[in-house]
């Protein structure tokens, strides 16, 4: 299991316990699948990212009534999920998530892989750990190319993107003119702030960035459009320094709603056809239950079905019903009722490595996670004034960076356009312990590296037609050779970043299997022991043009070949964006919302 290690966890626990009741509010939610009507117009499966826009949306006007449902639980009173600083130690609560694994990596030299997605209310906004990038416009710009629809071009969706987000003060409301630009900004339910907590390296990274130049500029926004270069980092916290997740900003001030009803704990097993003379079935019935042995239950959508249930279980849902590759579906015992190939096909997601660094201080959060007394009073002081150490995520900084022209020298440039970067820096002000157990001596920084447009393609196929049984994850992380070779790039651009003058002193080595490479073989083999997924996965039931063979998804997001079943999640991402996903999962479903409107409006 990956999460980050916390110390003296007894500790940690008995602090939660004092501030839960603070923290707790009950949300008016079902766990009873008897209280569920037989009909509503639509029937939304997965209450995350995208699932609680749709839910706002669609019953904001009163004219329609809508069931959402949440395999998992609630999110109310899980402290590490509101508390930002705590995010990484959510997904050590096995209810919370879905607690996948990959298949054996065989260009990872043969590792399983955690593959942790949220299984609660707002699913992985509630348990990711905050950092929110919308994607440039080249990102989008390229989706309109490839599904050749132009309403998914940068300028006819920057409307959803204000309508999603809003940029709120920091905790302590200090200046932050030289740290974003609110002009980049919307009005909409999700809070994003700059940091509140000033760590060692903050000005360090900027004053590099400015001494070593146009490999590494200063962008004062990374929501500008333009992402590359290093900026200060926006996350998903209010300004209580709460966690803002679409369960906070999209589903708390509609629980009161009369026509929205929310059930929980309950899990969609397959959506059924419904009888019908017409060519092109209907999936309006959606079945689901509780537990493998438990009893099944029966709704109807008179208008649509919405899967919002995330990359991996959308595609396992459509599969279970009959609904993907017609030779695969009959292997497994499963009658096929719509042939399209490419349902679970094409996964993609970026790569992530750690590079750490031994430093010459002992103001790193090291220091603070060794001390019980300590970490108990940061806890506190974020409690009672919302500031502190856990008041942020662990990201200050981060960068998007593009590499040298001559890097691509007969090859193909896999980014979306000039605005984009081919990997990101994520500078952490000590040990991040997700894979490697921090050292219990000395203090460190933490620079990640990611792969922003990769080329390696995986899959998400069924294990069993046990709708409980998890499916078969296999991202096929480095099968393509230009991966690797851009990690090893972004590695090396790591430590020629703390080549500036401002680190001589400070950074005083290189630390563990990454840090004892050298040459660039080394560096390829080291990222192939150490690389972990950086939890965006995407594409998996992809968006393609109106009328194309392949793709599952149709651009307004319809289902190909059926009728009454619409997808809204990262599964339909016709390609990855080099950013982190839940800002573009905000976009898309702000979209989705209009065009299920204005198809029943």
Request: with cysteine; charged share 15%.
């Given at each position: 299991?990956?999460?980050?290690?916390?110390?003296?966890?007894?500790?940690?626990?008995?602090?939660?316990?004092?501030?839960?009741?603070?923290?707790?509010?009950?949300?008016?939610?079902?766990?009873?699948?008897?209280?569920?009507?037989?009909?509503?117009?639509?029937?939304?499966?997965?209450?995350?990212?995208?699932?609680?826009?749709?839910?706002?949306?669609?019953?904001?006007?009163?004219?329609?009534?809508v069931l959402l449902i949440e395999a998992g639980p609630s999110n109310q009173g899980l402290l590490p999920s509101i508390v930002p600083f705590l995010a990484p130690s959510i997904q050590a609560i096995p209810y919370a998530i879905w607690n996948y694994t990959t298949i054996p990596q065989p260009?990872?030299?043969?590792?399983?892989?955690?593959?942790?997605?949220?299984?609660?209310?707002?699913?992985?906004?509630?348990?990711?750990?905050?950092?929110?990038?919308?994607?440039?416009?080249?990102?989008?710009?390229?989706?309109?190319?490839?599904?050749?629809?132009?309403?998914?071009?940068?300028?006819?969706?920057?409307?959803?993107?204000?309508?999603?987000?809003?940029?709120?003060?920091?905790?302590?409301?200090?200046?932050?003119?030289?740290?974003?630009?609110?002009?980049?900004?919307?009005?909409?339910?999700?809070?994003?702030?700059?940091?509140?907590?000033?760590?060692?390296?903050?000005?360090?990274?900027?004053?590099?960035?400015?001494?070593l130049g146009e490999e590494f500029k200063f962008n004062l926004d990374v929501q500008s459009g333009d992402m590359v270069g290093i900026s200060v980092a926006q996350s998903t916290i209010g300004s209580t320094s709460k966690r803002s997740s679409s369960a906070t900003g999209y589903l708390n001030s509609i629980f009161q709603r009369k026509n929205l009803d929310i059930l929980i704990q309950t899990q969609v097993t397959k959506l059924l056809p419904s009888n019908s003379n017409s060519k092109i079935p209907s999936f309006q019935t959606v079945q689901f239950a509780q537990n493998s042995t438990g009893k099944i239950y029966h709704t109807h959508a008179k208008k649509e079905v919405i899967l919002s249930a995330g990359a991996i279980n959308t595609p396992q849902i459509l599969m279970l019903s009959g609904i993907g590759d017609r030779a695969a579906l009959t292997k497994k015992g499963i009658k096929p009722l719509v042939d399209l190939p490419d349902v679970g096909q094409h996964l993609q997601d970026h790569p992530l490595l750690l590079n750490y660094f031994r430093v010459n201080t002992k103001n790193t959060f090291d220091t603070i996670l060794r001390d019980p007394h300590a970490t108990v009073n940061a806890l506190n002081?974020?409690?009672?004034?919302?500031?502190?150490?856990?008041?942020?995520?662990?990201?200050?900084?981060?960068?998007?960076?593009?590499?040298?022209?001559?890097?691509?020298?007969?090859?193909?440039?896999?980014?979306?356009?000039?605005?984009?970067?081919?990997?990101?820096?994520?500078?952490?002000?000590?040990?991040?312990?997700?894979?490697?157990?921090?050292?219990?001596?000395?203090?460190?920084?933490?620079?990640?590296?990611?792969?922003?447009?990769?080329?390696?393609?995986?899959?998400?196929?069924?294990?069993?037609?046990?709708p409980f049984v998890f499916p078969v994850i296999d991202p096929g992380f480095f099968t393509a050779p230009l991966d690797v070779s851009t990690m090893v790039e972004a590695v090396k651009a790591v430590r020629k970043f703390f080549t500036a003058s401002i680190w001589n002193?400070?950074?005083?080595?290189?630390?563990?299997?990454?840090?004892?490479?050298?040459?660039?073989?080394?560096?390829?083999?080291?990222?192939?022991?150490?690389?972990?997924?950086?939890?965006?996965?995407?594409?998996?039931?992809?968006?393609?043009?109106?009328?194309a063979k392949w793709g599952v998804v149709t651009p307004k997001l319809l289902v190909k070949g059926t009728s009454g079943l619409r997808i809204v999640d990262t599964s339909i991402f016709p390609i990855i964006p080099a950013a982190h996903t839940v800002g573009p999962v905000y976009i898309v479903a702000e979209r989705a919302a209009d065009f299920v409107k204005e198809k029943w409006c």
């Open positions: 299991m990956m999460f980050f290690k916390f110390p003296q966890p007894g500790l940690l626990q008995y602090s939660f316990l004092l501030l839960l009741n603070a923290c707790l509010i009950q949300a008016l939610v079902y766990t009873n699948p008897n209280l569920i009507k037989p009909e509503y117009d639509f029937v939304i499966v997965g209450a995350g990212a995208a699932g609680n826009v749709m839910a706002n949306r669609l019953t904001e006007s009163g004219k329609f009534n260009a990872l030299d043969n590792r399983t892989l955690a593959y942790v997605r949220g299984k609660l209310l707002g699913g992985s906004s509630s348990i990711n750990f905050l950092t929110f990038t919308r994607g440039s416009d080249d990102d989008f710009d390229r989706w309109a190319r490839l599904t050749e629809e132009p309403e998914w071009s940068w300028k006819n969706l920057r409307q959803y993107y204000l309508k999603s987000e809003k940029l709120v003060p920091p905790a302590d409301a200090h200046d932050t003119t030289h740290q974003c630009n609110p002009s980049f900004h919307g009005n909409g339910p999700i809070e994003v702030s700059v940091p509140t907590f000033a760590t060692d390296i903050d000005g360090r990274v900027i004053s590099a960035s400015k001494e002081q974020w409690n009672t004034t919302g500031e502190g150490q856990f008041a942020d995520s662990l990201t200050n900084s981060i960068g998007f960076i593009r590499l040298d022209n001559s890097f691509w020298n007969g090859k193909v440039d896999p980014s979306a356009g000039p605005k984009s970067g081919h990997f990101e820096m994520i500078f952490i002000d000590g040990f991040a312990a997700l894979e490697t157990p921090a050292p219990n001596t000395g203090n460190f920084i933490t620079v990640n590296t990611a792969v922003l447009n990769p080329l390696s393609r995986g899959s998400v196929t069924l294990a069993s037609v046990d002193g400070y950074v005083t080595s290189r630390f563990g299997t990454m840090g004892d490479a050298s040459t660039d073989a080394e560096i390829a083999s080291a990222a192939r022991q150490s690389v972990v997924t950086i939890w965006h996965p995407a594409s998996t039931a992809m968006m393609s043009p109106e009328h």
